[in-house]
């Protein structure tokens, strides 16, 4: 992506999912805090799937609840599927369950992307627009932080391969094809934002991460076979967050 240099990653190994959990709490609140020292806004883009719902609880928790000014954190998301808000495919509603509902947050702290609507290019247009009026800027948003997974396929966000949206180098957010269960159309930030990130941190665990982790990590460049490779913040930190499982197959 950009200039063409890879992004250095920081790839870290937890003990097990728990630990990546606390690990990335840690990175949470320290970088929510950097925000609030700076009397600027914390602006997260939450990941969606399984993994991060451990994280979100902890969040939640009371050992990180009080670490965090949440008057001033505003919750984004990376991607939505096109399901019902009360889908069990639904990002939002796991975010509601592990994190926004625990801690109550305020509505006008959290943007959803609308994708429970019939037209998911809509849904990106609108989702475009609420990231211009809340980053109050017309220039690309850059979050402070985007919190991402990685599918065994190795798709990130709902960027996956070989699809439409990988090539998008302009628009903010886009509708994009399922590569992965569930086969419903999603809609997605795009690589010019993720990779205009402050910070961007990747949250992998699991055997069946294995395989795709090495390959993405350490294997030759195929972007459009593994579009996690695309993720190269051009002005910002990229770490990678393992258990040991999904990282048995790196040469570290
Ligand atoms: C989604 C996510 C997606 C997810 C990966 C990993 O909407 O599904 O944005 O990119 O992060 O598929 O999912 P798991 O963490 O569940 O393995």
């Keep these: 992506m ?46 969606g799937g399984n993994t991060p719902a451990k994280l979100y609880k902890l969040l939640a928790s009371q050992q990180f609840r009080e670490a965090i000014d949440w008057s001033s954190t505003h919750l984004y998301f990376g991607d939505e599927r096109c399901v019902p808000l009360d889908s069990e495919y639904s990002n939002y509603r796991m975010a509601v369950e592990t994190l926004i509902g625990p801690l109550g947050l305020l509505e006008a702290n959290v943007h959803r992307i609308p994708a429970e609507q019939p037209e998911p290019e809509q849904a990106a247009e609108q989702y475009t627009q609420t990231l211009a009026d809340t980053f109050g800027a017309s220039t690309l948003p850059r979050f402070d932080l985007i919190l991402l997974g990685m599918g065994s396929d190795g798709h990130t966000a709902s960027l996956f391969p070989h699809s439409a949206a990988l090539n998008e180098a302009s628009r903010w957010v886009v509708r994009n094809e399922p590569g992965l269960q ?28 294995t395989e795709m982790a090495a390959k993405v990590l350490q294997g030759p460049p195929a972007p459009h076979e593994m579009p996690s490779q695309s993720v190269q913040p051009q002005n910002g930190t990229l770490t990678w967050l393992l258990d040991r499982d999904a990282a048995r197959g790196l040469q570290l």
């Design 182 to 209: 569930p086969f419903v159309p999603r809609v997605t930030l795009t690589f010019p934002v993720i990779n205009n990130a402050a910070n961007v941190l990747f949250l992998v665990a699991g055997k069946d991460k």
């Design 2 to 47: 950009g200039n063409g240099v890879a992004t250095v990653a920081d790839i870290v190994v937890c003990k097990d999912s728990d630990s990546l959990a606390l690990d990335a709490a840690y990175r949470f609140a320290a970088l929510s805090a950097s925000a609030t020292r700076n009397g600027r806004p914390f602006r997260v883009a939450l990941a």
